[in-house]
């Protein structure tokens, strides 16, 4: 066994040298970091999960006060209903990757079960869905929570949902994807209503008056009452327009 052992470490040496090396750096990093942020649980479960998306390439660490003060309101969520959470970020801050892994952090703890996450177009929606999958099935992810990334499956081994819109997990999380541009009333799987609704990328840059009064009347009239009794609500967005919603948010003009 040792002599095979060897045979395949010499084989990946000699046909994966700069995937090895990356790996190596990566761990180093990792490392590092762990040691940095000794004591600090948010930072700590990031790095422990994510090295590919929080340990940059420079060896840096690039963890601003806002995404301080996310990480530590995330981690503070508990089985009662929290504070919303709404935070106006330069673009490239980082904006959508935290909230993504926030979504994974709450569903592979079980903290909750059910997320909404809502975009100003499907589309847009679907692409962090998909971005969300991919997280949930990173190797480190997959090490610590194997059924997070793993699709749920029926009595005939047939998948119930792992597709552009929807994700269903065999750790029994369920993310789905919501566009604004689309009908939604009263969202709900099965018996379960979303604990998680998180909303980001809600605003553009040429919307109008009527458009922006449109998308606050479905996330106040549909969403946001479709959400369980203890509900996060959480969400992000990079100021695209002086009259969108986050910068209403930002005066104090909507409730």
């Known amino acids: 066994k040792g002599r095979q052992l060897n045979a395949v470490l010499q084989r990946i040496v000699r046909e994966h040298p700069n995937e090895l090396l990356n790996a190596i750096q990566t761990e180093k990093r990792r490392r590092a970091y762990m040691a940095q942020y000794d004591g600090v649980p948010w930072a700590q479960w990031l790095v ?5 998306y929080f340990i940059s390439a420079d060896g840096q660490v690039h963890f601003s006060t806002f995404h301080q003060e996310f990480w530590e309101w995330v981690f503070s969520i508990d089985e009662t209903r929290p504070q919303p959470f709404t935070g106006i970020v330069f673009r490239f801050g980082g904006k959508s990757t935290n909230v993504e892994a926030a979504v994974t952090y709450l569903g592979a703890e079980s903290l909750r079960k059910y997320c909404l996450y809502v975009s100003g177009t499907q589309t847009q929606a679907d692409d962090h869905v998909s971005s969300i999958g991919e997280m949930l099935r990173s190797p480190a992810m997959l090490n610590a ?9 029926n009595q005939f081994n047939q998948s119930m949902g792992w597709r552009v819109n929807r994700l269903r997990t065999a750790h029994g999380f ?29 605003d553009a840059t040429h919307d109008s008056a009527r458009t ?3 998308k606050i009347e479905t996330l106040t009239r549909s969403i946001f ?12 967005q990079n100021l695209v327009q002086h009259n969108g919603i986050f910068a209403k948010l930002s005066r104090n003009e909507v409730d």
């Open 145 to 153: 929570y194997p059924l997070l990334g793993q699709k749920m499956t």
């Open 48 to 52: 422990q999960h994510y090295p590919e």
């Open 212 to 214: 922006v009064e449109k």
């Open 174 to 202: 369920t993310v789905d994807a919501v566009g604004l541009d689309k009908a939604m009333r009263g969202a709900k799987l099965g018996n379960q209503r979303p604990d998680i609704i998180a909303f980001d990328d809600i």
């Open 225 to 236: 009452p479709a959400g369980a009794t203890n509900v996060v609500i959480l969400g992000v």
